[in-house]
């Protein structure tokens, strides 16, 4: 099974704190994703990586930047963090499906549940 | 713009078939997936559908028409620990994944 893990599942920051949200996966996938998630809305891609070093912007990248020095590892910065930032943050990481022909599937981690005083 | 629609909240009995209905409207299409998520953890990976028709896996089916732009998951025998929500998502023209807000799924006994 596809492993992702992050590295905190629950934090509290105050406002202007840079914050930095660990991912790693275990299956050698090349492309990783870091996702928000807040109630009534759908995943809001924040950032992907689909090679070492490469990065690119989603959705709603604003206020976040994001690091791959190494494979298996996506890291999510927030260089001063702010209230609206206050939500479910998941890192997903793409493959194949096991007896799934043809699919790429999104395995996620447990999620980061951030806070913002 | 893109847009998925699928309904805010159904409620089911124990025991019991529901499905949960998905609308689409993206740039392209490249595979629809439904995923499961329970209350404070991650989605976890349903089911894919890419050719219209239905796919079953146990307990549960996903089924897809393209050229209606729809898709629903039909949940059978319903158990409690079914109560979760479940998120829809259509890859588009350019592999990226667009998501609708997902159902919560309330079971009752």
């Known amino acids: 099974d596809v492993k992702v893990t992050q590295s905190s599942r629950y934090l509290v920051k105050r406002t202007g704190e840079k914050v930095f949200l660990e991912c790693v996966q275990d299956?050698?996938?090349?492309?990783m994703f870091w996702y928000r998630q807040d109630p009534g809305l759908g995943l809001r891609l924040i950032y992907f990586?689909?090679?070492?070093?490469?990065?690119e912007k989603g959705d709603i990248p604003e206020g976040y930047s994001v690091s791959r020095e190494k494979k298996e590892r996506f890291s999510l910065i927030l260089e001063s963090a702010s209230t609206n930032q206050t939500s479910m943050y998941l890192c997903?990481?793409?493959?194949?499906?096991?007896?799934?022909?043809?699919?790429?599937?999104?395995?996620f981690g447990a999620g980061s549940r951030l806070t913002v005083l | 713009g893109q847009n998925i629609d699928q309904p805010t909240e159904m409620t089911a009995t124990e025991g019991a078939i529901v499905q949960i209905n998905c609308t689409y409207q993206?740039?392209?299409?490249?595979?629809l997936f439904w995923y499961q998520q329970h209350a404070g953890e991650a989605p976890t990976f349903l089911s894919y559908?890419?050719l219209d028709g239905l796919e079953e896996k146990g307990r549960f089916s996903s089924f897809l028409s393209r050229s209606k732009g729809y898709s629903y998951l039909l949940l059978k025998e319903l158990q409690m620990k079914d109560s979760a929500s479940y998120l829809c998502?259509?890859?588009?023209?350019?592999?990226?994944?667009?998501w609708g807000a997902g159902t919560k799924l309330i079971i009752k006994p």
């Open positions: 997903a990481s793409l493959g194949a499906e096991q007896g799934i022909s043809g699919a790429n599937v999104l395995t």
């Open positions: 299956m050698d996938h090349e492309n």
């Open positions: 990586s689909y090679d070492v070093k490469m990065k």
């Open positions: 993206t740039s392209g299409f490249n595979g």
């Open positions: 559908n890419v």
């Open positions: 998502a259509v890859m588009d023209s350019n592999y990226q994944l667009i």
